[in-house]
């Protein structure tokens, strides 16, 4: 009996060293360790009345992000778009009228500085009707900055407290920050001094790029779609009934001195993200 004993010790005294060797392997090898389960995004911070430290949390395995082209009219993938997980919009691109095109749901809404007076002019449908809406407000400091100088974030902080229950995030100083020298790493170029600004949709990319697993995009042109014979000539907003023809904004834009965006630039990068990330163009598709 002893002796079996003994050899019962003897097995398991063996054992030990290579079970801690083996979890250490696994915990090593995990692709998910629990630094990256976490769903929280700390570059987009929760305007609520007194906190300051609420971040967003939010993760999509697939994505719809829906761009505000004119290329969407007619293109007939509302009910598509719909059922992607998690659909995301920009500024104050309506759906209602536009179903059948560019759908009717939307998860995340990024909205500009600029945009704000529009979201507020009709903040009944924005803030109660679609009160299920994320929203993520980007802006320059002296706009949304929050020691009540800040006039665009005061607007918002209003509204936060008028509607408890509607998720408001604003893209933190640090989180611009980060994505200006995004945009000069990728260009060789300082935004700031080459007088441009980033664009809504270069906040929505890396704020997609965050959260999603898998990125589809609707109606984004690429970065020569412009330069082409056969390009098709749409507005530059599909709900916009001025016609500004989108090419022509594009190339304002990006050859103006001061204050424009450098749309063409910006689709030229999302063109090198999608080959590190899963992400496709649809309508017009890109030939990556």
Not at 221 to 240: G, M
Not at 263 to 277: D, G, L, M, P, V
């Amino acid at each position: 009996m002893k002796c079996l004993l003994h050899h019962w010790l003897c097995l398991i005294s063996l054992s030990l060293p290579l079970l801690f060797w083996f979890g250490y392997v696994i915990r090593r090898d995990d692709p998910t360790p629990a630094a990256l389960l976490s769903s929280e995004l700390r570059g987009y911070m929760r305007i609520k009345p007194g906190r300051r430290d609420q971040f967003l949390d939010k993760r999509c395995s697939q994505c719809a992000l829906v761009s505000s082209s004119g290329q969407m009219l007619g293109a007939g993938v509302g009910e598509e778009i719909d059922k992607i997980g998690c659909v995301i919009r920009m500024n104050n691109a309506p759906t209602q009228g536009f179903e059948r095109d560019v759908g009717g749901r939307t998860s995340v809404r990024v909205v500009s500085h600029t945009s704000v007076p529009l979201l507020v002019k009709n903040e009944h449908y924005y803030f109660q009707q679609s009160a299920n809406t994320t929203y993520v407000f980007w802006g320059p400091d002296r706009n949304m900055r929050q020691d009540g100088q800040g006039r665009v974030f005061n607007i918002l902080l209003k509204i936060a407290k008028k509607y408890p229950d509607v998720r408001i995030y604003a893209v933190t100083r640090e989180k611009i920050q980060y994505c200006d020298s995004v945009f000069q790493n990728e260009t060789g170029k300082n935004r700031m001094k080459t007088g441009a600004y980033l664009s809504t949709g270069f906040f929505t990319m890396i704020l997609a790029i965050e959260m999603c697993d898998n990125i589809h995009v609707y109606g984004m042109i690429e970065d020569n779609y412009c330069s082409r014979a056969n390009h098709s000539v749409v507005s530059y907003h599909y709900y916009e009934k001025n016609h500004v023809d989108e090419c022509r904004m594009y190339r304002v834009h990006e050859h103006t001195q001061r204050g424009g965006h450098r749309f063409i630039t910006e689709k030229a990068i999302y063109a090198k993200w999608a080959t590190r990330h899963k992400m496709e163009f649809k309508h017009p598709s890109w030939s990556l």
